[in-house]
């Protein structure tokens, strides 16, 4: 595999972002990854080197993705393969959720991917080179989710520009691919943000099971037993 690609990868965190940044950098590419807090990027990937480099980035604001591409290219010399990772759901039905709520969800989803795309275009186009990936979900591809209609959309209008941008772009050597993901979690994060309700789920399941095949004071009995024996 050729390692000599410079990647670019927004929200990287934490989740598939976090994932993905992990994995190039273990197969030997050199990384630049943008989230909000810089810290947390430091705190799990180090700090910058030849292979890496983390960036504190506000998605929505423009400039800040300016700046940021431009010192990716003066790090590495370079930038290759743009993955427009950073977005959230944003659960409520049409009724429900407010003009604010709605608009920040495309400021994330749409217009953040947006300002990556146009910032890092000219770099691409001078080299004539370049792919870019642009995360959209199962539901940009069908929307038939009660309470996800503002999320879909938004992932709906990325699978729709991309479809123009891979037109745009690609007599200038240039990729731009739209991924569907399914449903999947970031099994860490999870079980560090839900660790005591899962405890206490298991304990419930066990006490139920228990209860209900009246194993309770048997049960207690042989533990009583082992702890006395102990
Ligand atoms: N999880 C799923 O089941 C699923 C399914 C289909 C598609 N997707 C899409 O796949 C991508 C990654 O999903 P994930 O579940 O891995 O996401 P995640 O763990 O919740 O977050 C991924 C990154 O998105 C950034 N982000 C989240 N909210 C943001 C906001 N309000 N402003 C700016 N950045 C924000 C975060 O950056 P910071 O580092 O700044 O916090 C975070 O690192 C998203 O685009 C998501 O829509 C997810």
Redo the contacts with the bound molecule.
Sequence with gaps: METTKVWFV?????????ELVKKLLSEGFRVAA????VE??ISVFGEASENFLPLS????DNNDIQSVISTTVKHFGQIDVIV??????QIGTLEELTDEEAR?NYA??VF?TLNVIRNALPYLREQRSGNIFN??????YSANFPGWGI?CST?FAVAGFTEALAEEVKDFGIHATVV???????IH?FLRKNINFLLDFLLCQINRFLIKWKLVFPVFGIVALFLGIA
């Design positions: 927004t929200g990287a965190s934490k989740g598939l972002g976090f943008t989230s909000r807090t947390s990027l980035v506000n998605i929505k427009n990772n950073a977005g959230y759901g920040e994330v989803n953040g995360i959209s979900s199962i539901g940009g999320y992932k569907y993901p399914g449903y999947f979690r970031h994060a």
